[in-house]
């Protein structure tokens, strides 16, 4: 209710400045670290932190819900299924599955896997396909499936280091995925220093002039070839930012 009338009486650019002060002091999401990702991510859901539709359901954000955003991704990923005979699709933190139901058509098997128990009850009963499938799975902690390419899109910018480093350390164990591709926010003016820590949690590393690099230390991804495949301008939450997609050949 206060946070409502602050945002009324307050203009955009103090609130901007106002955040960016608050996250220096206190730090980015520090209220979530002490909770298990579930517990975070359940919150999230069931408070609508990311939005919610006109039907009040809460959504992964408007990163899953704009055309301009989501459209370019869908054909990106069409292309690179269909270059690469592409059968089987593991979706890591499927979130609302707004932007996978717009590709379950397009390889036999696509299985979606996030770590909220709220998004996946509702996906079961909204999406039903033959070839779907929806499993509770935490990609830090859990064992993770076999698929020939892995979906990672707009999940690990919301991570801790300690999180993305054990799902790192278990990719360049095993040899689960053949492609992995991985879609993050980035700032916009590319001198940023990459993977600042942050607990896990709703925000992303843009607030802190950061952004998720998986081939850079201290996660240091081991893959064959890589390949920035797309690029969308952003300004979100007050800040410049680039919507990087990547496909690493593992
Ligand atoms: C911003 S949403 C993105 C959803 C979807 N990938 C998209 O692009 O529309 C991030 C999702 O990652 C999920 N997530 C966060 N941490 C996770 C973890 N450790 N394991 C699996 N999923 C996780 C969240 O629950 C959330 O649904």
């Known amino acids: 209710m206060l946070k409502e009338i602050l945002k009324k009486i307050i203009p955009i650019g103090l609130r901007h400045k106002i955040r960016v002060l608050q996250y220096k002091f206190f730090g980015l999401d520090s209220k979530y670290k002490h909770l298990t990702a579930e517990d975070v991510f359940d919150d999230i859901y069931e408070k609508g932190i990311w939005g919610k539709d006109e039907q009040m359901n809460s959504t992964s954000g ?6 301009e955003i989501v459209g370019p991704y869908v ?3 069409k292309k690179i299924i269909a270059e690469n005979n592409i059968n089987s699709v593991a979706d890591l933190g499927c979130g609302d ?3 996978g139901s717009l590709l379950i058509d397009y390889c036999n098997i ?3 896997y996030d770590v909220s128990k709220v998004i996946l009850d509702r996906n079961r009963i909204k999406y039903r396909s033959p070839n779907l499938k929806f499993e509770k799975l935490d990609l830090s902690k859990d064992k ?7 979906f990672v899109r707009q999940v690990l910018q919301h991570l801790s280091n300690e999180n993305i480093k054990s799902f790192v350390d278990q990719l360049n164990i095993s040899k689960n995925f053949k492609y992995l ?3 993050e926010h980035l700032p916009y003016n590319p001198n940023f220093v990459p993977n600042k820590n942050k607990p896990s949690g709703p925000n992303i590393r ?3 002039n950061s952004g998720v690099i998986l081939h850079n230390e201290p996660f240091n991804l081991k893959f064959k070839t890589m390949d ?3 690029s969308i301008n952003e300004h979100t939450g007050g800040f410049n930012a680039v919507i990087q997609t990547t496909l690493y050949e593992l």
Request: proline share 3%; no cysteine; glycine share 4%.
């Open 110 to 112: 696509y299985n979606a």
């Open 75 to 77: 054909e990106v990923v």
């Open 228 to 230: 920035n495949v797309l």
């Open 144 to 150: 993770l499936p076999h698929a020939e390419i892995a």
């Open 206 to 208: 843009i607030a802190i």
């Open 97 to 99: 599955f707004a932007v």
């Open 181 to 183: 591709l991985i879609t």
């Open 62 to 67: 408007t990163g899953s819900h704009k055309e």
